[in-house]
T-cell receptor, first 110, second 117 residues
């Protein structure tokens, strides 16, 4: 079983739409959780950390459910510039090793 | 934020040659760096953890004799792909953990695209 699983998409949405991505992780010892964004042929960039209480950053809201080992990302009012692949990332805390999901591709269309 | 650089950004080589990729932390020290590989349309896969002044630790299934890692200073780690073959063609990315709270953010280099002919 993969460490982190995501729906690969693609999600094709119009500008202004709300879109949600989900992710599950297999190791209950995982300690830190993140969403990264990766543009084509570029390195990943941190979008936001995910906290148990849920957290919001502008149009982006992240949720964590430790009991279900489930992480979500909600994007409101999608912009063309949101088109990218969104990576769910889990850190078990041991030496900061990161485990990446395969990514969910988002295409925002005019 | 912290900056990590990689060199070269792109390399094309013949099968059988060795290729060295450098990863540098520009404005902070990194006792640990990580090397990832990403094949097209796939996720980043952690290859190894590079430890300054000691041997790298490799993930299961990664050949340590093929992917040589040297972390000779607090700002430089190198990955050498020895006797490269076409199946080694991939996007190689390094990262280093940040030095500020919460200490678990990773800063990624821009990646090196390797093509082995």
């Amino acid at each position: 079983r993969k460490e982190v699983e995501q729906d690969p998409g693609p999600f094709n949405v119009p500008e202004g739409a709300t879109v949600a991505f989900n992710c599950t992780y297999s190791n209950s010892a995982s300690q830190s959780f993140f969403w990264y964004r990766q543009d084509c042929r570029k390195e990943p960039k941190l979008l936001m950390s995910v906290y148990s209480s849920g957290n919001e950053d502008g149009r982006f809201t992240a949720q964590l459910n430790r009991a279900s080992q489930y992480i979500s990302l909600l994007i409101r009012d999608s912009k063309l510039s949101d088109s990218a692949t969104y990576l769910c990332v889990v850190n078990r805390g041991n030496f900061n090793k990161f485990y990446f999901g395969s990514g969910t591709k988002l295409n925002v269309k005019p | 934020g912290a900056v990590v650089s990689q060199h070269p950004s792109r390399v094309i080589c013949k099968s059988g040659t060795s290729v060295k990729i450098e990863c540098r932390s520009l404005d902070f020290q990194a006792t640990t760096m990580f090397w990832y590989r990403q094949f097209p349309k796939q996720s980043l896969m952690l290859m190894a953890t590079s430890n300054e002044g000691s041997k790298a630790t490799y993930e299961q299934g990664v050949e340590k004799d093929k992917f040589l890692i040297n972390h000779a200073s607090l700002t430089l780690s190198t990955l050498t792909v020895t006797s490269a073959h076409p199946e080694d063609s991939s996007f190689y990315i390094c990262s280093a953990p940040g030095t500020k709270r919460p200490y678990n953010e990773q800063f990624f280099g821009p990646g090196t695209r390797l093509t082995v002919l």
